[in-house]
């Protein structure tokens, strides 16, 4: 038989040929992974997202040092500490031992038996439960960066708040000086339940505060939810999905928010907070005055202005929360925009 | 025996790879996304053809991120795949000198995101084509695995048709041998 099947898959196939090809053919490069998309607009969850993430930031990084993209680029940050907790944990293609190095651009990832600790570089701890699968962007001071593609990370962070950041396929979870959990599923969609602290998601614009006790669901794309405690009743917590979602007919999501309204107690007043800019306009004067029953608004905050989605009068009706003031958060997201 | 380094030709690159390697050395991501898409399955490949199938997916991330960080310093833009190929292999060897430390996952375990264990014979075969001569074994597992034919395979590697061409014809002799002579 002649070899030109083998050469070229021209003429009658050879069949120990054909039948190694149909064999083989699993174990090639998948599909998902034979392009490079060029443009980074958000966190995904294929798995070379991150090299994308590398290249965005090599370019970046290029950028600010005036000289061409595809110069040599430094590692982004040291290398961080992991310590196996239990089962086989891996780092990138390896199996941790017991303790090891996770350098940028590797991802980390434990199976159904397997958990670790990662030591961020001294200003916090991340214990990822098994299940799951984190890449490390970033490790410059100042700057640690994770992506979480799926699975559920549990951080505790004592760095100077902004310092530490977690992407997801629905968002990008900023801590604020606190402890919480993080979860992602394979769709995009994840839940953070904070237990001491306070954290902060942007999505697109969109922002959303969590404070502790607080749990909040994110939805790929469209992002972070309403935050909200859990132990609120059923009925609140599905007016809730239905107004984030907007599932539902208008009737039945504008009866779901005076639910909300008629349930809600004092601690409820982050939930409301947030409704302010997410509910119909001819909604939020409903919630203003709910809101106001709770917390009143600084003089300066008018109902006009909160139902037009006025950012300093939000921030400064925030402020009187007690969670902390809005102005740090602004500043810090305008360092973000501008790395 | 001769070795895929020493057959190495500057054999005729993909029409305007050289173009693209320079426009990515300038800086142009666009450029380098399109020499991923064109030589990843070639990277995936050389890689199978000495690690694990579980190590060889995040070790092309590797060759890439290698590549990129080492662009400027490739002097012979149309030489592109070859040195890919070079990047490969020093990558491999390293994955292998360093996992006696490290414990490699063995090609029975199926990473997370894997397929079914009904891989089980393909890995087998896999195993066969790994132990063959580096000049065989890089070229089999690019046809078979990768489904590159050979004048894909000789312009991707920089090698010449005529060095494909024998390597995938001993190549596939020897094979059958050694398939034949697996117990049952």
Redesign the interface.
């Known amino acids: 038989m002649s ?1 030109d099947y ?4 021209s003429g009658t196939p050879d069949p ?2 054909a039948e ?2 149909a ?8 599909a998902s ?6 443009r980074v607009t958000s966190p995904r969850s294929k ?2 997202a ?2 994308m993430v ?2 965005a930031e ?2 970046m990084v ?1 950028a600010l040092v005036g000289s ?6 430094a590692p982004a940050g040291p290398a961080l500490e992991v310590t196996r907790l239990s089962g086989a944990p ?1 780092v ?4 941790l ?1 017991d303790r ?1 190095n996770w350098t940028v ?1 590797r ?1 980390l ?1 434990t ?1 159904a038996s397997s958990r670790a600790e990662i030591d961020v570089g001294g200003v916090g701890r991340v214990e990822i439960d098994p ?1 799951t ?1 984190l890449g490390l962007v970033s490790t410059t001071p100042g700057s640690y960066r994770m992506q979480l593609d799926h699975g559920t990370l549990h951080a505790l962070i004592w760095a100077p708040p902004g310092q530490f950041s977690v992407a997801t396929p629905s968002s990008t979870v900023v801590d604020l000086g606190c402890a919480y959990s993080l979860t992602a599923d394979k769709n995009g969609d994840g839940l953070v339940e904070v237990t001491s602290g306070w954290v902060g998601f942007v999505w697109k614009g969109r922002e959303t505060f969590v404070p502790a006790g607080a749990v909040v669901k994110t939805h790929r794309g469209l992002g972070p939810g309403t935050p909200h405690f859990p132990d609120t009743s059923n009925a609140f917590r599905d007016a809730i999905d239905a107004i984030d979602l907007g599932r539902g007919s208008p009737a039945a999501r504008e009866a779901g928010l005076h639910l909300i309204l008629s349930e809600a107690v004092a601690r409820d007043a982050v939930t409301l907070w947030h409704l302010l800019t997410r509910v119909e306009m001819n909604q939020r004067t409903a919630v203003f005055d709910r809101l106001a029953q709770f917390v009143p608004p600084p003089s300066a905050v008018t109902r006009e202005g909160i139902g037009s989605g006025d950012r300093q009068m939000l921030d400064r009706w925030w402020d009187e929360m007690g969670f902390g003031s809005a102005d740090w958060w602004r500043v810090w997201q305008q360092q973000w925009r501008e790395r | 025996m001769q070795t895929m380094t020493a057959l190495a030709r500057s054999a005729p690159a993909p029409t305007g790879t050289g173009d693209l390697v320079r426009a990515a050395q300038r800086g142009d991501r666009d450029a380098f996304a399109t020499l991923y898409s064109g030589f990843a399955r070639m990277v995936h490949g050389v890689l199978l053809s000495r690690v694990p199938h579980a190590a060889a997916e995040d070790l092309v991330q590797d060759v890439f991120i290698a590549a990129m960080e080492g662009l400027e310093s490739l002097r012979e833009p149309e030489a592109f795949g070859g040195w890919l190929c070079t990047i490969a292999r020093n990558r491999a060897t390293d994955f292998l000198r360093r996992s006696p430390q490290m414990t490699a996952l063995p090609d029975t375990l199926t990473s997370l995101a894997a397929g079914p264990a009904d891989r089980s014979e393909a890995l087998a075969v896999l195993a066969v084509i790994r132990a063959m001569p580096d000049a065989y074994r890089e070229t089999l597992t690019l046809r078979l695995v990768e489904g590159m034919t050979g004048p894909e395979i000789a312009v991707r590697t920089g090698l010449t048709e005529g060095s494909v061409r024998v390597n995938l014809h001993r190549g596939m002799k020897l094979l059958r041998e050694r398939l034949e002579r697996r117990p049952a």
């Open positions: 070899d083998l050469w070229d898959r120990t040929v190694l090809e064999m083989l053919a699993p174990l090639r490069l998948p992974l034979r392009t490079l998309p060029t798995p070379y991150f090299l590398l290249m090599a370019a290029a061409a993209w595809m110069h040599p680029v891996r990138g293609s390896r199996v031992a090891g651009g991802w990832q199976d299940l699968r």
